[in-house]
């Protein structure tokens, strides 16, 4: 028993001098003991460089502090995929990107190839060719006529022409002012009261497409008169002659329940038209009153053969004379200023832009002048926010620029009004 005694003290004593740094460790331990529950701290390395305090105090809390943490830790290395880093696996397992997507209260695309379905043989094809370039990607219809033969020189998207009959937005104020001006409601330099200093007159009120001045003609024209003068000007009926598909629009015989009638003339409500009506109207307005019957030829040898149709004559010339000056400030700094091109070269239009059920409207009705020679263009435009009248103002003004780089107008003689037959058409 005592020889062991001395066997186990003599251990004691060399074993520390031949192991020195586990012994030490063994120390350390045994002054540090680890809290209950916790893993026991790692034995530092041998140290070949001094370590900053900055970090070794960063190697300290990116160690774990628990045995807990430490088995989580493990449990996601084991559960991750080989290779990948510790970000990935401290991150979780990636989510799918959403995107947001935008929300648009309008079911109509803004961009469509609008030359679909198109039978162009009996249409000028300087004149189409522009119509086409002019309206580029947008969903809409280009419509180009002769005002003083009610000739189709170009359709573009001819079924939307036809057949696609719509609210005509601010477009309208042209009848409730000639309706006004007939009706002795308003004089040219009448200005009506918008608010306790602000009055304008018809020209500002046009050019500017003021709503407020529109709403009080129509409440004081009342619903049979505006009737009478939008029928006069061919809303509610056909504009074409054998055209096909035509739809006559509409236009309600009384007067609508919870639509005012300043509604009607200031934005259109309860009147649905198409850019085949639209045209003939501004031609009648162009021409000084004549009312032709709108034809598309089917060929070229058809086209020979067009001789002008009067629908009507609608005898207020006189009015007309003081509704240009607002259609031609419209262009000139108005609402449809994007029209314009050449200062030498006036153009008289009207904007409008409002929503028909599900889609955006933007309308330009227009007609040029140079040297008495006419070309009617009407542009409609369907879609969503980027659809409104200055931007169907600015296509109908590449058509008048690019007609009239070509000189086009200039070649053209003016048709003889001797031809012409009135009557009405079957």
Request: with cysteine; hydrophobic share 40%.
């Amino acid at each position: 028993m005592s020889r062991l005694l001395c066997l186990a003290f003599l251990a004691a004593l060399i074993v520390p001098a031949l192991f020195p740094h586990s012994a030490a460790s063994a120390a350390t331990r045994k002054k540090k003991a680890a809290p209950r529950g916790a893993a026991p701290a790692a034995a530092p390395e041998p140290a070949v460089k001094k370590t900053s305090a900055a970090a070794s105090a960063r190697s300290r809390a990116a160690a774990p502090r628990s045995s807990a943490g430490a088995a989580r830790q493990a449990q996601a290395r084991k559960a991750a995929p080989s290779g990948a880093s510790l970000r990935d696996q401290a991150s979780g397992p990636a989510r799918p990107r959403l995107r947001r997507r935008a929300y648009s209260p309008w079911s109509t695309p803004t961009y469509a190839d609008s030359t679909l379905g198109d039978v162009a043989d009996g249409e000028d094809p300087v004149v189409r060719r522009a119509a086409v370039e002019a309206l580029g990607p947008y969903n809409g219809s280009v419509v180009v006529a002769d005002p003083f033969t009610g000739r189709i020189l170009a359709m573009v998207n001819q079924k939307l022409a036809r057949s696609g009959a719509y609210q005509p937005c601010s477009t309208i104020k042209l009848v409730a002012a000639v309706a006004g001006l007939e009706e002795g409601i308003i004089d040219r330099e009448t200005r009506l009261r918008l608010t306790r200093r602000e009055s304008i007159d018809l020209t500002e009120a046009l050019a500017r497409s003021n709503n407020k001045f529109f709403f009080d003609i129509g409440e004081k024209l009342g619903f049979d008169r505006i009737y009478h003068y939008a029928r006069l000007f061919g809303l509610g009926e056909k504009a074409g002659l054998d055209i096909e598909g035509e739809s006559p629009g509409m236009l309600p015989e009384w007067k609508p329940k919870e639509v005012p009638c300043g509604m009607m003339t200031s934005f259109g409500e309860a009147i649905s038209i198409t850019p085949l009506q639209l045209t003939a109207m501004v031609s009648a307005i162009a021409n000084g009153g004549s009312l032709y019957w709108l034809q598309h030829p089917r060929s070229q040898e058809e086209a020979g053969r067009i001789v002008p149709r009067l629908k009507r004559r609608i005898e207020l010339a006189a009015r007309f004379e003081e509704v240009l000056p607002g259609m031609m400030a419209a262009v000139d700094w108005g609402t449809g200023r994007r029209a314009a091109f050449d200062p030498s070269t006036p153009i008289f239009g009207k904007t409008g832009t409002c929503t028909d059920a599900r889609t955006h409207l933007g309308w330009f009705a227009s007609f040029n002048d140079v040297h008495g020679r006419k070309l009617v263009v009407t542009v409609l435009l369907t879609g969503g926010a980027p659809v409104n009248g200055p931007v169907a103002a600015g296509i109908a003004g590449q058509v008048y620029k690019a007609l009239a780089e070509q000189q086009y107008l200039a070649q053209r003689q003016p048709y003889s009004p001797a031809a012409l037959i009135s009557g009405n058409a079957p």
